[in-house]
């Protein structure tokens, strides 16, 4: 999983006076009048990418007016539905012989780092070289979460110096990066899968010709280390609008894309027959 793990926003559900619950998704009211219409609104707001708490009116008061009180509520549920994950997935797949990697994304505060560090069975990647073996070959992997500026102020975000010093720390200790995997988040600069609407000062989409003017808005740190290293296959996430394959000389770079507002999973099967990349083949459910 390729980072930006967290969602964006948490959603109250209010019990009334009378026993009932009221939240609103995607603009819309609803009404819940028992435990099961609850449970089921609880489902559809997690597949639409934001947390649902149960909760009543005075504390939804007191969060609307302290922020620092909001900020502390969205941590602690990140951290719950991370931790829910993390017990997923060893319960789903132990004993499977899949190893399960989890990265963290420029949208994710450090808080995110523990819970995926303390799991029994989840591996955590980042700023690290990894050994991958099928048994008949063995490649590395390095990860970094990490992008270059954005507009938002994001929690893991910096200079693109200071991004290539972070790639660069890794890959000079790659024993063949000719075979390795580049598990970067932010796509290569001008690479097609970093395209995303152009935003003026304040935010704005840019129009042109009535549609939005799209520009490429990757990182040059990121392309300058595929280029120098020509790893086999490099992963990428971050820009959620670029899903897509290119090539950037002999490497194969993979965006899968995102839909998590429209409860969509995207990925990629990727498949090696011993050092060769033998198939791509991009995914969603």
């Not at 089921?40 to 909760?55: D, K, M, Q």
């Not at 970067?184 to 935003?199: E, G, I, K, T």
Request: glycine fraction near 10%.
């Amino acid at each position: 999983m390729g980072g930006d793990v967290s969602g964006k926003a948490i959603i109250p559900i209010v019990e009334a006076p009378n026993g009932t619950f009221t939240c609103t998704l995607a603009g819309r009211p609803r009404v819940m009048e028992n435990e099961a219409e609850v449970k089921n609104a609880e489902t559809l707001v997690r597949a639409s990418g934001f947390y649902p708490f149960r909760t009543d009116q005075d504390e939804v008061d007191r969060l609307t007016a302290d922020e620092a009180a909001r900020d502390r509520k969205f941590t602690e549920l990140v951290l719950e539905c991370l931790e829910r994950w993390m017990a997923l997935a060893e319960e789903r797949l132990a004993g499977s012989g899949i190893r399960c990697f989890v990265s963290p994304g420029n949208d994710d505060h450090q808080d995110i780092d523990a819970v995926i560090e303390a799991s029994s069975f989840v591996e955590y990647p980042e700023g690290r070289v990894v050994e991958l073996t099928d048994g008949r070959a063995t490649r590395e992997m390095i990860s970094c979460g990490w992008s270059g500026p954005t507009p938002f102020d994001t929690p893991r975000e910096c200079s693109e110096e200071e991004l290539a010093a972070r790639i660069e720390a890794m890959a000079s200790r790659l024993r063949s990066p000719e075979t390795a995997i580049f598990n970067l988040h932010n796509p290569p600069f001008n690479s097609r899968l970093d395209v995303a609407p152009a935003l003026s000062s304040d935010l704005q989409v840019q129009s042109e010709g009535g549609q939005p003017r799209m520009v490429p808005v990757g990182s040059t740190a990121v392309r300058g280390a595929i280029e120098r290293y020509g790893p086999r296959l490099a992963l990428h996430g971050h820009i959620h609008e670029s899903r897509g394959e290119a090539k950037i000389g002999v490497t194969t770079c993979i965006n899968p894309g995102s839909e998590y507002g429209e409860g969509i999973l995207r990925g990629a099967i990727v498949d090696f027959k011993k050092d060769k990349l033998k198939n791509v083949q991009l995914i969603s459910g």
